[in-house]
C-alpha cells in the first residue's frame, strides 16, 4: 500500500506560481508511475499530469502545457506539480495517484490517491 498526502495549495492571483508537492510513504516509491489530477467543484477529476517511474517520460493535459511541470525525485519519495501563469479556471482541488502500470489520463488506472489540496486563483 501506498500513502499520499499533498500539500502546497492556496490562495494566489492569476498570472502567479504555485508547486505543489505529495510525499509518498509505504511501498517503494520509486516502482510508481504518479499522476496529478483536480477536480473543480461540479465537475468530473479531470487529468492534469503524469511521470513515469524514472521521470524520464512526461505527459500534460492541454489545457496546462507550457505553463506546469511535473517531476519526482526517488530519493525523496517525492511527486511535484509546479504551476506557472496560473489562471481562474484553475481553481480546484489537486490530487496525486500512483499507478503500478504506465502513466494513463484515466483516474481509473491509478491505485492510491491522497486527499487533495486546495488551489483557488483569483482574477
Known amino acids: 500500500q501506498v500513502q499520499l498526502v499533498e500539500s502546497g495549495g492556496g490562495l494566489v492571483q492569476a498570472g502567479g506560481s504555485l508547486r505543489l508537492s505529495c510525499a509518498a510513504s509505504?511501498?517503494?516509491?520509486?516502482?510508481?508511475?504518479m499522476g496529478w489530477f483536480r477536480q473543480a467543484p461540479g465537475k468530473k477529476r479531470e487529468f492534469v499530469a503524469a511521470?513515469?517511474?524514472?521521470?524520464?517520460?512526461?505527459y500534460y493535459a492541454d489545457s496546462v502545457k507550457g505553463r506546469f511541470t511535473i517531476s519526482r525525485d526517488n530519493a525523496k519519495s517525492t511527486l511535484y506539480l509546479q504551476m506557472n501563469s496560473l489562471e481562474p479556471g484553475d481553481t480546484a482541488v489537486y490530487y496525486c495517484?500512483?499507478?503500478?502500470?504506465?502513466?494513463?489520463?484515466?483516474?481509473?488506472?491509478?491505485?492510491?490517491w491522497g486527499q487533495g489540496t486546495q488551489v483557488t486563483v483569483s482574477s
Open positions: 509505504g511501498r517503494t516509491f520509486s516502482r510508481y508511475a
Open positions: 495517484a500512483s499507478s503500478q502500470v504506465v502513466p494513463t489520463t484515466t483516474p481509473l488506472t491509478y491505485d492510491y
Open positions: 511521470i513515469t517511474w524514472s521521470g524520464g517520460r512526461t
